[in-house]
């Protein structure tokens, strides 16, 4: 008896006539195909199911209308296929809780007085920018104009999922038959196969993609303060015109109660890039987050690392020529115009070039290092030697020996090689000359100076 039913209604389908039935049911093993153009009503005399069993297939390529008392009802895994729709028309005169209408899987609570709606429910994919949703998608149309301010169920067959990430599956909806989709978020439920969404007030054209983001952190550490951390983002499904990701740091001891914003970027960009402030404190418990601003959503935390504070950032302070930097390291080196300067590693540098300076300095124990803003120095280069000290040098060029003599005493008299690293240095206190030996130097051109504390001069000295 059942066989003949579900081949009286294939027949009918072919027919496209209206039907009235006491029961429906597509039994297991059977084929029903509703062809392209062809719609078939399905009415009742009373309230019936339109069954479809396990094992049984119905393919819709035209349309199906469940009338006023009939309810659908699927078995999982074997839900209505193709590239037709159902439909069913429902009048509503009062508020709704959890109305699953006519069995289509579109579960709606709301307490707007709806008046006289149309759900239609398909199975085809929609994409957009490369993401693609399940295959499964509904219209919902009122015969009142009003916000529904709803709370909605969205069913779906695990036959219709077609990525692996649908615990990520969120609701969207389209006002322009889906060229342009809108994220209404949810919940989802892989063991029922729902997404909950609340505060809905248009459906539209719905479906759900799923909105995935992973994070892949560059390197583990351990950093420095002021050093810049990489975090690639893994993108699957769709997002919201607008969306933006943004980077978050945990403190010390992994607590994101008030995290440290690092970077914000939006889609097509997918590298997250933030420097980690001076004012972090070592810890070894960091952790990292990416929030999502539409849809709305937090990933978890990730990449627990070490970051060791490093030193203060240096200033360069200049007295004349000598520029000295304000933090004291376990280590120093200065900078000419971008460039290290060779030797030029004590707290102190003296500048003998015209250009622009900087000094790093170093926290040996932790391998962290800070660098000052730069500072442009002029009038100490070769060409513009400074002569506030007049003084006399002879031989130049010179051999073995050199003297040099100026007119005061209590001064510093240096030799120093074009880099500016100090080779040779005598205090001289109760005469105003002295003798510099530089027979063991290598031949070339060095700079002599001569400073008190308030003033120096240099000229150039040539060893042959």
Known sequence: MQFFKALL??????????????????????????????????????????EIEANATVINDGIIILGDSVTLSEQNGFPIDGNGYEQATRSYAGALTAENIAGLGFE?????????????????????????????WYTFATGNVVAMDANLVFHYDQTEVNTPYEQELMLYHSIDSGITWFNYGGTTNT?????????????????????????????????????????????????????????VLSDETGSFANPTHLDTIALPDTLLCGVLPQSLLTGSNYALQI???????????????TINQGPAVPTIIQNANLL???????????????????????????????GVYQV????????????????????VGIQALVHTINFNMYPNPATNQVTVVFGLNQVVVQVMNLQ?????????????????????????????????KNKSGVQRLMVQ
Request: with cysteine; net charge negative.
């Open 9 to 50: 209604f294939s027949f009918l389908l072919l027919l496209t006539a209206p039907a009235l039935w006491a029961q429906l049911k597509v039994v297991g093993g059977t084929t029903v195909h509703v062809n392209n153009n062809t719609i078939v009503t399905a009415n009742a005399a009373s309230s019936n199911l339109f």
């Open 291 to 305: 929030i999502s601003s539409s849809p709305s959503g937090t990933t978890a935390p990730f990449g627990t690392f």
């Open 191 to 247: 063991t029922a196969n729902t997404i909950a969404a609340s505060n809905i007030d248009s459906a539209l054209f719905l479906t759900a993609f799923p909105t995935r983001w992973e994070p892949s952190i560059i390197s583990t550490g351990p950093y420095c303060t002021g050093d810049t951390i990489k975090v690639g983002i893994s993108i699957d499904g769709l997002f919201n015109p607008g969306n933006e990701f943004i980077l």
């Open 360 to 379: 790093e300095v170093f926290d040996t124990g932790t391998g962290c290092s800070t660098i000052s803003d730069t500072l442009n120095v002029t009038g």
């Open 420 to 452: 500016g690293k100090v080779i040779q240095e005598q205090q001289v206190n109760q005469q105003n000359y002295t003798q510099l030996n530089v027979g063991a130097l290598a031949p070339g051109m060095y700079m002599v100076r001569v400073m008190n």
């Open 324 to 354: 000295t930097s304000s933090v004291m390291g376990n280590a120093y080196q200065w900078y000419l115009n971008g460039n290290p300067i060779g030797g030029a590693t004590n707290q102190s540098h003296t500048a003998i070039q015209d």
């Open 108 to 136: 709606i609570t709301t307490s707007a007085l709806l008046g006289t709606s149309t759900v239609r429910r398909g199975h085809l994919t929609s994409n957009n920018g490369g993401a693609q949703s399940i295959e499964r």
